[in-house]
């Protein structure tokens, strides 16, 4: 049999960015065997890009993908992106056997099985032996959220929408927040704004603006200039970690705490006793900030439950591949149960 014919292809389908991979599966390893990114918005389609991406590979029978936005009937519209994907339309047109479609963050939550511990920085230990429900939590162009139920034996990913959920502020200044927020996201200046618009690459262009505001300053002109030639929270973010201006030190700590009162919501509601797993692409580009303090601070919290977040392993996850690898070790599951 040819060695296409064992492959399988996964995806982890972004509002930035789109890899696709074709890849190898024995028991937890994932190899990769052919891997590819691309820009998402360039693409009116996903299946544009998948055409480019298996114009080579005519034999795969095998397929996953990890969406970010809510499946329904193995079907997805993508929340920032303007794709509907349909497993049933993917699979006529490029000939697949089985093809699956999960959501993103469940996806990372099927990757973590996948990981080493050269993959994970920990936060907090936790206590010796912690076992039982886990949680993933990962900011990057949105805020997706998910959970390992713990049956006593293995680990069962499900997804969420709890990015989705209603913004809390904890202070006047957060009460200001998401005044701000009401104000700049809807025209009536009230109603309902998620956490996502907050704790996201997007929310911290918010945090970011709110804080000029809030503070009667305006950005200087060396950072405009940094903002103009490269990306504009990656300016912010390198700011904070170099100290060299005072807004973009409180934006990052702001999005810190704020990262870390929305994990310990989370982990609270699935009483994520096995551990708590940061994902997503910012977290592991701000390591010195997310070791600063505030996230734990704002994590642990929560009043009478602060013993019981105390006892939560708390880790973020340094293989970006993680959403890659789920959608892969989930297709395997699928081909063996066929």
Not at 60 to 67: E, K, M, R, Y
């Amino acid at each position: 049999m040819p060695i296409e014919m064992r492959q399988l292809l996964t995806g982890d389908i972004g509002g930035t960015k789109t890899r696709l991979a074709l890849v190898e599966v024995e028991g937890n390893h994932v190899e990769i065997c052919r891997e590819c990114t691309y820009v998402s918005q360039r693409y009116d389609a996903f299946e544009l890009l998948l055409d480019d991406f298996l114009s080579s590979n005519k034999t795969v029978d095998d397929a996953a993908f990890g969406i970010a936005g809510p499946v329904r009937g193995n079907v997805v519209r993508a929340t920032n992106l303007p794709w509907c994907i349909d497993a049933a339309a993917l699979r006529q047109r490029f000939g697949f056997l089985r093809c699956n479609l999960l959501n993103d963050l469940e996806a990372t939550a099927y990757g973590l099985a996948a990981l080493d511990d050269a993959d994970l920085l920990t936060l907090q230990a936790g206590s010796p032996g912690a076992k039982g429900n886990e949680a993933v939590i990962a900011a990057g162009t949105g805020l997706g959220e998910a959970g390992l139920y713990w049956d006593g034996l293995s680990h069962r990913p499900f997804a969420t929408e709890g990015g989705h959920a209603t913004f809390s502020p904890r202070n006047a200044l957060e009460f200001a927040l998401l005044n701000y927020l009401q104000q700049h996201h809807h025209q009536e200046g009230r109603g309902h704004v998620s956490w996502e618009r907050a704790v996201s690459g997007m929310g911290l262009l918010d945090l970011y603006a709110f804080l000029l505001d809030y503070r009667h300053v305006s950005t200087p002109a060396w950072l405009a200039e940094e903002m103009r030639v490269t990306d504009t929270a990656a300016a912010i973010s390198a700011a904070a970690l170099a100290g060299s201006d005072e807004i973009c030190v409180e934006t990052m700590q702001l999005f810190v705490s704020l990262y870390g009162a929305e994990a310990g919501n989370l982990a609270l509601k699935v009483m994520s006793r096995g551990g708590l797993y940061i994902g997503g692409g910012i977290a592991p580009k701000i390591l010195p900030l997310m070791q600063a303090g505030e996230f734990l601070d704002a994590f642990l919290d929560k009043g009478r439950m602060r013993p019981v977040l105390a006892a939560m392993p708390v880790k973020v996850i340094l293989n970006d591949r993680a959403a890659l690898y789920g959608p892969a070790l989930f297709a395997a599951q699928q081909r063996e149960k066929s």
